[in-house]
């Protein structure tokens, strides 16, 4: 049964604004979980003890342990040859800009700044080590959940536009802003 509110809009509005909450909420929360493990990096302290709180980031010395493992394991050759050959043995410069990579990413959701490119950059990358180690069943649903499909999500949906920044930006840009 539709009330007055519903006919005129009002239920719309309501269910537009959950939207809005919903998708702020995501944005804000993936962008702490980049933006902390790009701090993890920056001060290479990965384990934490609040008193009420304990939990682990992904340090660079971790992070080159992922894609050790994950290029040593995989089927997908060329991938592996990549991070062997290329990323790995110049590990300072990719690690700094993975460092710096995760910064922004955390930045950008947090603030809702270029929030479809910050989700674009995330998903570049966590999905080559996702597809390396897809072939194990370990991370089948775990990078796909925690990660994949919320940035996949927030490059979609301009989620920043209404939340954050983005939306300023748009509005100064005459809505040509493209994130």
């Known amino acids: 049964m539709s009330t007055s509110a519903d ?3 009002g239920g719309v509005a309501a269910s537009s604004r959950v939207f809005v909450l919903a998708f702020t909420a ?16 920056l001060t290479d ?12 980031l992904i ?17 997908t ?11 790995l043995p110049h ?14 990413i955390g930045l950008g959701l947090v603030l809702g700044i270029a929030t479809r490119l ?22 089948l649903w775990q990078y796909p959940a925690e990660d994949l499909f919320p940035l996949l999500l927030l490059a979609i949906v301009p989620a920043g536009r ?8 748009s509005r100064h840009f005459g809505y040509r802003w493209p994130f």
């Open 45 to 56: 302290k990965a384990t934490y003890d609040w008193g009420f709180i304990s939990f682990n």
């Open 26 to 41: 995501l944005r804000i929360f993936t962008g702490l979980v980049w933006l902390s493990n790009g701090l993890a990096k």
């Open 7 to 9: 006919r005129e809009g």
């Open 59 to 75: 340090t660079r010395g971790v992070a080159r342990s992922i894609a050790e493992g994950a290029s040593a394991k995989t089927p």
């Open 118 to 139: 910050a989700a674009v950059g995330g998903l570049l990358l966590i999905g080559p080590i996702w597809v390396m180690l897809l072939h194990t069943n370990l991370y």
């Open 162 to 169: 209404l939340g954050g920044l983005d939306g300023r930006l």
């Open 77 to 87: 050759a060329a991938l592996g040859d990549f991070y062997q050959h290329v990323v």
């Open 91 to 104: 590990w300072g410069i990719f690690g700094a800009f993975l460092t710096v990579a995760e910064l922004a």
